[in-house]
């Protein structure tokens, strides 16, 4: 099962494109970018390779994979649109919004993928390096972030290498990721309803709808024995070092990971990082997984972090730093 040495090919063109397409179809995981945070690609039509993905981010196979296509009209070949679907892809795709749709009769994807469930999670991303592979390979990719299951989901290519160098194939590196959080997951139901912040704020696609979003029953999304958005356990995107929420001072042996321009007292600039010293959310959204992975690194005690507003971004923010801080042990 082991794929042996894990390659990892320094910068997009036609030949590492065609490398990655071709590695998809021999049943390969290809780790690439995505305009939110590095996706581990598997064929969705071969369920061999999709067990593959599974066993290499060691993820539970309850959990359901993102379907990656090309544009609206492969994305209908998998899955049902109703008129707000249509309104969303039109409005949004490509880029980092992931609608939950009812699996179209026919869809050419393994059950394996959708763990069983009749509905499918689709998204065309706006990344060039992800359209060009989809475009070659030239069917639905699944995608996971591409991190060991649990750990913050990565925002360079250095960050796949250290979870998972052994244990895929190709890693193709296309620099930082813009976004830096994961795409916004909207359930396209009778009423729609937002199954993860993400990418494209709550209130841009309320815009769209004309209508509010539905917050999930509070125990569905989380960490229920049958969440709405499965992966949505409350311990995800866990570091192993603490996290400690809301500080509005370090205690000994903490590093902090700050917001904004403000300094807090007694704090050291070498045991701090700083996700926008500007107060800009869409930069923190870049900074925040790479901090966080930083940050584990240095061993202390805890991480202390300073609020961040809750609107358009921070919603996205917040609910990855409260799943940061909760620890099953
Ligand atoms: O930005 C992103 O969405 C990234 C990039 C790589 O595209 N992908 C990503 O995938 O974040 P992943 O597997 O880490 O998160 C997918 C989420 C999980 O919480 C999963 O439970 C949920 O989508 N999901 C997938 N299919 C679903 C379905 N049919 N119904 C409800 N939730 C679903
Ligand atoms: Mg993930």
Request: charged share 20%; proline share 8%; net charge negative.
């Amino acid at each position: 099962m082991n794929p042996g040495p894990t390659t990892l090919l320094p910068a997009a063109g036609e030949a590492t494109t065609d490398a990655a397409a071709r590695c998809l179809r021999e049943g390969g995981l290809v780790a690439f970018p995505t305009e939110t945070v590095y996706g581990l690609g598997a064929d969705a039509g071969n369920a061999t390779a999709i067990a593959r993905l599974y066993q290499a981010k060691g993820r539970p196979s309850f959990n359901p994979l993102i379907a990656h296509v090309g544009d609206l009209a492969a994305a209908r070949r998998i899955a049902d649109f109703n008129t707000e679907a249509i309104l969303l892809a039109e409005a949004f795709w490509p880029g980092p919004l992931t609608l939950v749709l009812p699996k179209a009769s026919g869809c050419a994807v393994a059950d394996l993928a959708t763990a069983g469930l009749d509905t499918i999670a689709v998204r065309v991303p706006a990344h060039p390096i992800a359209r060009e592979i989809l475009r070659v390979f030239g069917g639905p990719v699944v995608a996971p972030s591409a991190n060991v299951s649990g750990h913050v989901s990565p925002t360079t290519a250095e960050h796949v290498r250290s979870d998972l160098a052994g244990r895929i194939d190709l890693i193709v590196d296309g620099g930082a990721v813009e976004v830096g959080v994961e795409s916004t997951i909207v359930g396209c139901f009778e009423v729609p309803m937002l199954l993860r912040p993400g990418g494209v704020p709550r209130l841009d696609i309320e815009r769209v709808l004309g209508r509010a979003l539905l917050q999930p029953p509070p125990d569905t999304a989380v960490d229920s024995g049958q969440p709405l958005a499965p992966g949505m356990l409350a311990s995800h995107y866990a570091p192993r070092t603490r996290v400690r929420l809301d500080a509005d001072r370090l205690e000994s042996g903490e590093v902090l990971l700050a917001f904004g321009p403000d300094r807090m007292p007694g704090t050291h600039a070498s045991a701090t990082m700083n996700l926008s010293e500007r107060g800009d959310l869409a930069e923190a959204a870049a900074n925040l997984f790479g901090y966080l992975r930083a940050l584990d690194a240095r061993g202390a005690r805890a991480i202390a972090v300073m609020p961040v507003p809750d609107h358009g971004l921070g919603e996205a923010i917040n609910d990855r730093l409260r799943r940061a801080a909760v620890r099953q042990d």
